[in-house]
């Protein structure tokens, strides 16, 4: 009973009852949508590389290892001679390895040298693999790979020829004109640093170094594609090698032991230690955009007891009618907190639909625009929790009408008995 006579009061209120719904249900939609983004956010970010067992460097710090070798942030202050990638290749105890070659760049993108075996064996998201838009992998000397943000914003499509340039910088004087490569691939969006990369074989690195010394081209020296072709192009060394092993029981004793070693100075992280690292430099702004939607949602709530408020002296007439009929002070204060509650549902409930219809929109144009990778997904236990908040802050707001309400009815009562 007295949930109807609530919705029916709300009812008479219809539109001022409807603005301070669509308010709820969009501040409870950022709420809500700012700890999901939060949570997919740190998921993503931990599985930015997901089947790694081990990352090896040349002797550095872990976070500086990764930075440079998953997210092509920074340099290695030195590589790892390439005797010590095929001795690693050779271990039984790995399964499989992908050498990174960092140094040049094309318009602001960062130029990686490897293998196909990174495409074969990289990981990202839930072990997802790599797949491809268009075309293939590397399949000759002077091809390449782009990801899906260098596709998009520099507008290349398959069999375009670019020409990459020394250096990472975003400008270039000193590019590799004589040899260019012709796009042989383009990656889906995966939402990781790879969309911003550019992926040519270690050998067509090489061969685009023929004839510098020291980051500077000797005159006379540069080599045509055919010249490079009968060149010996094994690389002298690697940035970095992503590691798989056979048995991620012997993952601690490997990585001790490539740490130990003094003839050969290398550096093993694991992945998701050295992400906890990183994660925590990086939480900071997260932290302050909860703190941003949990601001708009008392913003909302504010609007709620405004609007609350700003009825009380329209309803003197309503209240002295409910008195008439027999209502009690009690029982028109619940009246008012049935009011609140089912305001703070109801908007609750609409922003959970808005969140959810959002993202299944969003969710493909976000990854190809921002690199950012959405899923609706049930609620977690600190969305639940959330919810339970607001409903809570819903209730409490409802509170201060609530007694104006009561300290009406008992005046009229006064008043009748006078």
Known sequence: MLIRLAL????????????????????????????????????????????????????????????????????ATSNIRWSSYEALSDDPRIAWTVPLSLGDSHRGYRVVGTHNSLFEHYRYGAKQPLEFAQGGPLNDLFSVVIGAEVARELGYNLDDRLVIAHGAGNTSFKRHDNLPFKVSGILTATGTPLDRALLVSLEGLEAVHLGWRAGIPLPGMQVTPEQARKRDLTPREVTAVLVGLESRLQTFHLQRELNNRRDDPLTAVLPGVALQEL???????????????????????????????????????????LRALGASPLRIARLLMTESLLLTLSGLLLGLLLLWGGMTLLQQPLLDLFGLRLVPAKLSPEQWALGGIILLLGLLSGLIPALMAYRMALANSLIRRN
């Open 279 to 321: 994660w925590q430099v990086v939480s900071v702004a997260e932290k302050a955009l909860l703190a941003v939607s949990g601001a708009a949602l008392l913003i909302g709530l504010c609007g709620m007891l405004a609007v609350l408020l700003s009825g009380m002296q329209q309803r003197r007439h309503e209240i002295a009618v």
């Open 8 to 75: 029916r009061s709300l009812a008479s209120r219809r539109a001022s009852a409807l603005l301070t719904l669509f308010t709820l249900a969009l501040s409870t939609a950022l709420l809500l949508g700012v700890q999901q983004i939060r949570e997919q956010s740190r998921l993503s970010f931990f599985d930015t590389v997901s089947g790694t067992d081990l990352i090896v460097g040349a002797r550095s710090g872990p976070v500086q290892l990764l930075l440079y070798s998953v997210f092509h942030i920074g340099s």
